[in-house]
């Protein structure tokens, strides 16, 4: 009888041991990251964010043209082009 009991309660306690040991936050990444450093400048740029008044914030129609420009002066619209067989 107490082995039906033991079986549950450890296997209860091992549970929560490996949960509470993944909010360790000394290992989780950081803004400091290269993935952080590379998705900002990328095409694409960031993703929208939620502003201080709790709005989403996105690219300005400034910033979207801006980056087709670069895109296609650097080639990169004629290369996605010819991948995937579009453009007219």
Do not use: C, H
Request: aromatic share 4%; no cysteine.
């Amino acid at each position: 009888m107490k082995k039906l009991i033991l079986i549950p309660v450890a296997a209860l306690a091992l549970l929560a041991t490996q949960a509470w040991a993944s909010d360790d936050e000394s290992t989780a990444p950081s803004a400091s990251d290269n993935t952080a450093a590379m998705t900002t400048d990328s095409v694409g740029g960031t993703m929208g964010g939620m502003g201080g008044s709790g709005a989403l914030v996105g690219k300005t129609r400034e910033q979207v043209y801006q980056e087709l420009l670069r895109a296609q002066q650097d080639g990169t619209i004629d290369r996605m082009n010819a991948f995937y067989g579009g453009g007219s």
